[in-house]
């Protein structure tokens, strides 16, 4: 007799190996309409919060699926909006700056307009003139209008003149101020003077010295130099050009600048 042949069931196994790529492809999906969500209305703050997510959901950390909805944890939250809080701060910092610039700018235009209708009423456009530098605002003195050749004393006769100026550098709250003499290559020896640097020197003093007589001037923001013949604005082989080189200025900071400001 014929042996019966016992029937063999066996279960048949799926194969479930797609489903991994599937979910991954759900998940990015997924993780892609929420950006597009929140790309309408993105601002620094969200950028960093999804950059943040995805990069935890790529390295097996905490990813965007484990967040309840797209606002991160309140310590997260926290340290992203004293982000914003400190970029906000620099910004009105900024602002507050060029604010103060424009005000210190539109007075020293103000001190110059000034200081020009003065020039004009005393017809002293030969000997003054303002310019407005980097530096702050200049005014130049020829030095013809105050001293005679080789003296650093001020005539008695152009005192006077020299007090009007001063009334014009009354400036509130007051601003520091530098008075520099300069004169020619010509040399000088004389029994006062052992060279033009010299003389340049107590020029700016003696000048500065008349000004701050002026009771209204706060002598604190006053400082005096003297360059000789090392800072010439002209040719010194003409007598013209000679003659524009021997100076006394006077030069108005702005706000904040250090008295060592060198021009």
Request: glycine share 12%.
């Given at each position: 007799m014929a042996r019966k042949k016992k029937k063999k069931h066996e279960d048949e196994h799926v194969d479930e190996s797609w489903l991994v790529p599937y979910a991954d492809i759900l998940t990015l999906l997924l993780a892609l309409f929420i950006v597009l969500y929140a790309s309408s209305s993105i601002d620094a703050a969200k950028f960093q919060m999804l950059s943040k997510s995805f990069?935890?959901?790529?390295?097996?950390?905490?990813?965007?699926?484990?967040?309840?909805s797209v606002t991160p944890p309140e310590n997260e939250s926290d340290g992203i909006d004293e982000v914003k809080k400190e970029k906000e701060?620099?910004?009105?910092e900024k602002n507050k700056k060029e604010k103060e610039k424009a005000a210190d700018q539109e007075e020293l235009e103000n001190v110059k307009s000034q200081v020009e209708k003065f020039i004009k009423d005393k017809k002293?456009?030969?000997?003054l003139e303002t310019k407005m530098t980097s530096e702050g605002l200049l005014i130049t003195i020829k030095d013809s209008i105050?001293?005679?050749?080789?003296?650093?004393?001020?005539r008695k006769e152009d005192v006077p003149l020299a007090k009007e100026i001063s009334n014009l550098l009354v400036i509130n709250p007051p601003r520091n101020?530098?008075?520099?003499?300069?004169?020619?290559?010509m040399p000088i020896k004389n029994s006062e003077?052992?060279?033009?640097?010299?003389?340049?020197?107590?020029r700016a003093v003696n000048f500065m010295g008349l000004l701050i007589e002026n009771p209204k001037l706060d002598a604190?923001?006053?400082?005096?130099?003297?360059?000789?013949e090392y800072k010439p604005v002209a040719s010194n082989k003409t007598a013209e050009g000679r003659s524009k080189n021997r100076r006394v200025e006077v030069l108005i900071l702005p706000r904040g600048a250090a008295e060592t400001n060198e021009k």
């Open positions: 990069n935890e959901v790529f390295t097996g950390g905490t990813g965007v699926l484990d967040y309840s701060e620099k910004e009105k002293l456009e030969h000997q105050f001293f005679d050749s080789g003296k650093a004393t001020i101020i530098i008075i520099s003499g300069h004169t020619d290559n003077f052992q060279s033009n640097w010299h003389l340049s020197v107590m604190k923001v006053f400082s005096a130099k003297g360059y000789g």
